[in-house]
């Protein structure tokens, strides 16, 4: 089942021109970067962005950080909202559950199909922005991390997977939550919709010293901390944290998908 | 049926998982039989400790901003995020922490360094005895030793204890004994062991919430290694030597005015003998700083644009919390005089109508490299 998603994910045009549009905003950033040399000033624009002027081989962190705030997330919960809903809306979901496959496992087949989509497109937006980040930007390697300190090769390579891997990761539950909103809807755009409500809610709480109790459980808080993989020493508090909370909330949202779902009366 | 037994199921999940957090944090702390007398003693034993840790400090003070206090806005008036080595009073770094970079203060016995990742910039500044507020006097320690310094017996009693970076923290309240403090109380809680104190809250007169919290979020009460304060400028980066850290240092250096011994009542402290007065004890600060017109006209103008600044005929007031202060106008030939403190406006007013009866001015201003 997981093999299936898969392979309909890889061969999904839709899946290519998503990632396709999701790298062309830190590229076109890069572009004029380069043309301009104008960096953000200190204190604004997104992480590791000041610093790609000098040394551009940290611009897949800069296109990270990018286009997780906003791009990616609005991606997963267009594909993670298609997830079931498309299925109903095309007429196709009573002939995929007619094959000998439970329920549950199809919902979990469709989250790691998400799961796969993110960390493709996280990939793909690394080794571009890699590409063009040594060839237009800065060529001074600074080796150094936040805190100032000397970095080897290696632990920068090494703190930059890991940054990939917890960005791909902090996608989990807003995965989860257009997942369990598809299995409420038969139309994949008011999943998605709904899904990426509830980011905007969290990301205006975040703002709001009022909602301090609300903080640490809201599915964005936590999306960012991967620059704290590059301070020193590491920072894990936030980063556990972060992971931890996408956790519950895959937990969670995947269970009441798995609620709604499991014996739901099928009629598309 | 077997929908409604799977959406239970989930829902006492979600109970489960929402309500153990709550539930841990709710425990109460175990509070110990130490007195308010005992627990004041060792935290002002405690200023030897080392410790390292992560800490937030929450300000609720909208100070105005211009040009030479945006950072002391930013300390007071926001939430600040901090990762502390403390090896001793001349051995630390801290680490002021931001969603894209750190702002690291890293001291030794000849001065201090100051590193920005975002600007990549390192500045190299000597040790100044006045300057303004920084990042790491807001760790819980380095403030609680400020603000029970000389207090007395008499002006503590115990509060319950509470749970703190995992320490079961016995508390104590400081309630300042002088007519000019504009602080309530300051509550403070301590590791019941060494007496490091590891939250501090501030308290203004007739509010409730508190204007300023500082606390530990991890704490380990040790010597940290050397090389956690070691710093020396990567290489690429843009670093230099600066003479004077911020706008206090440079006029407690260059204003040629020497404050009184006392101003509105208060004994100026025999730290600062320069031309930036220092005067009070513990919660109760007054400063009298004199302000080059080119530094006060910007916060003058700052401040005719604050909601809640005043007016009166010796110049400008604005109450923020706690906080009050009060600009002189130009009455001055070429000088301003900036009164801030944890003090009552009336104790401001005073401290003006002092130095407006004796100007304690000694020549012309020179300012030959002071901070622009």
């Given at each position: 089942m997981i093999r299936v998603e898969l392979r309909k994910l890889i061969l999904s045009p839709r899946t290519w021109v998503t990632i396709a549009l999701l790298d062309a905003l830190p590229t076109l950033v890069a572009i004029l970067l380069a043309l301009t040399d104008l960096g953000p000033r200190?204190?604004?624009?997104?992480?590791f962005l000041s610093a790609v002027l000098s040394d551009g081989s940290l611009f897949p962190l800069a296109a990270i950080a990018i286009v997780l705030p906003l791009f990616l997330p609005a991606a997963v919960a267009v594909i993670a909202g298609d997830a079931i809903a498309g299925e109903a809306q095309g007429g196709t979901l009573r002939y995929l559950l007619i094959?000998?496959?439970g329920r549950t496992r199809l919902l979990v087949a469709k989250l790691l199909a998400v799961l796969a989509f993110v960390l493709l497109a996280v990939l793909v937006i690394a080794v571009t922005a890699y590409i063009v980040g040594t060839l237009l930007l800065g060529?001074?390697?600074?080796?150094?991390?936040?805190?100032?300190s000397a970095l080897s090769s290696s632990q920068v390579a090494w703190r930059t997977a890991l940054s990939l891997c917890y960005a791909t990761f902090s996608m989990l539950g807003v995965a989860a939550i257009a997942l369990f909103l598809s299995t409420l809807s038969d139309s994949p755009l008011a999943a998605a919709m709904g899904a990426l409500a509830f980011l905007i809610a969290s990301t205006l709480l975040?703002?709001?010293?009022?909602?301090n109790v609300l903080q640490p459980y809201?599915?964005?808080?936590?999306?960012?901390?991967?620059?704290?993989?590059?301070?020193d020493p590491i920072l894990w508090r936030n980063v556990v944290r972060g992971t931890a909370l996408q956790g519950v909330y895959v937990v969670v949202f995947l269970g009441a998908a798995w609620a709604n779902f499991a014996t739901k009366d099928i009629t598309s | 049926m077997a929908t409604i037994r799977r959406w239970c199921v989930v829902a006492l999940g979600v109970a489960l998982l929402v309500s153990l957090p709550v539930a841990i944090s709710a425990l109460p702390a175990r509070d110990s039989e130490v007195s308010a007398e005992e627990l004041l003693e060792k935290a002002q034993g405690s200023s030897d400790l080392s410790y390292s840790g992560l800490i937030e400090s929450v300000g609720s003070l909208r100070l105005p901003i211009s040009d030479h206090f945006t950072d002391v806005a930013d300390l007071f008036g926001e939430r600040t995020t901090m990762r502390v080595w403390w090896r001793g009073d001349d051995d630390w770094r801290v680490n002021r922490l931001s969603v894209g970079g750190e702002t690291d203060l890293v001291h030794d016995s000849r001065g201090t360094t100051t590193w920005d990742y975002e600007s990549n910039h390192a500045t190299r500044t000597p040790t100044f005895d006045i300057r303004l507020p920084q990042a790491?006097?807001?760790?819980p320690p380095a403030l609680a030793q400020r603000l029970l310094?000389?207090?007395?017996?008499?002006e503590v009693n115990r509060i319950p204890a509470a749970r703190v970076a995992g320490i079961d923290a016995p508390g104590l309240r400081l309630d300042p004994?002088?007519?000019?403090?504009?602080?309530d109380h300051v509550d403070l809680w301590l590791d019941?062991?060494?007496?490091?104190?590891?939250r501090v809250s501030v308290f203004g007169l007739?509010?409730?919430?508190?204007a300023l919290t500082t606390t530990f979020l991890d704490v380990a009460i040790a010597r940290p290694s050397e090389s956690s304060t070691a710093f020396s400028p990567p290489a690429g980066v843009d670093s230099h030597f600066a003479d004077f850290v911020d706008i206090a240092a440079a006029a407690n250096e260059f204003a040629p005015v020497r404050p009184p011994r006392t101003l509105a009542g208060l004994a100026r402290r025999p730290t600062t003998m320069g031309a930036v007065g220092v005067y009070g004890r513990g919660a109760t600060l007054l400063i009298a700083l004199p302000l080059w017109d080119r530094a006060a006209d910007p916060l003058r103008e700052q401040l005719a644009t604050t909601p809640g600044a005043a007016k009166i005929p010796s110049g400008m007031t604005l109450a923020v919390g706690p906080l009050n202060l009060l600009l002189t106008g130009t009455a001055f030939e070429d000088h301003s005089w900036l009164f801030v403190g944890t003090v009552t406006p009336a104790t401001l007013e005073r401290a003006t109508r002092q130095v407006f009866a004796h100007?304690?001015?000694l020549g012309h201003w020179v300012v030959t490299s002071g901070p622009r």
């Open positions: 200190p204190g604004t624009g997104p992480a094959r000998p496959v060529d001074q390697p600074l080796a150094t991390s936040v805190s100032g975040l703002t709001l010293d009022a909602a809201l599915p964005t808080r936590y999306w960012l901390s991967f620059v704290d993989l590059f301070r | 790491s006097d807001l760790l310094e000389d207090a007395e017996a008499a004994s002088e007519a000019q403090s504009s602080i019941p062991d060494s007496g490091l104190p590891v007739s509010v409730e919430a508190p100007p304690p001015s």
